[in-house]
Nanobody
Framework: QIHLVESGGGSVQAGGSLKLICDAS????????MDWYLQAPGKERELVSS???????TYADSVKGRFTISQDNTRNNVYLQMNDLTTADTGTYYC?????????????????WGQGTRVTVSL
C-alpha cells in the first residue's frame, strides 16, 4: 500500500532552519518525481520544490537560494532543507509523488500525498 510520511516540522524563529523528511519507501521504484508543497494559512497549496528520479530539481522563486531538495541514495527518503526561514514559510508542508505509468511520460500532477507536517515561523 502506498503511503508517504512527512516529519521534521516544528516551530522556529525567523532566520532559523528546519529539515523536512518524506519517507517515500513505498514508492521508491515507482516514482518518477517527488514534490514538496506548502499550504499556507488561508491559501491554496503551492509547489515549493521538486526532484526527478534523475536528480533534476526545481524551486519556487520564493525559496530559491534558501531551500534545498534532495533524496538519499536509495531514494527511500526525500528531504527539504529549509534555511533562513521567514514568516511567509509558515504552513503545512506536503510530500507528493508522481508515479510512472508504463509507456507514458512522468505525469505533471502528483497522484499521492502525505498527511503533511506543520511549520511555524515566528518573529
Amino acid at each position: 500500500q502506498i503511503h508517504l510520511v512527512e516529519s521534521g516540522g516544528g516551530s522556529v524563529q525567523a532566520g532559523g532552519s528546519l529539515k523536512l523528511i518524506c519517507d517515500a519507501s513505498t514508492v521508491t521504484f515507482a516514482s518518477c518525481r517527488m514534490d514538496w508543497y506548502l499550504q499556507a494559512p488561508g491559501k491554496e497549496r503551492e509547489l515549493v520544490s521538486s526532484i526527478t528520479r534523475d536528480g533534476a530539481t526545481t524551486y519556487a522563486d520564493s525559496v530559491k537560494g534558501r531551500f534545498t531538495i534532495s533524496q538519499d541514495n536509495t531514494r527511500n527518503n526525500v528531504y527539504l532543507q529549509m534555511n533562513d526561514l521567514t514568516t511567509a514559510d509558515t504552513g503545512t508542508y506536503y510530500c507528493a509523488a508522481h508515479l510512472w505509468t508504463p509507456g507514458q511520460v512522468c505525469p505533471p500532477n502528483p497522484g499521492y500525498w502525505g498527511q503533511g507536517t506543520r511549520v511555524t515561523v515566528s518573529l
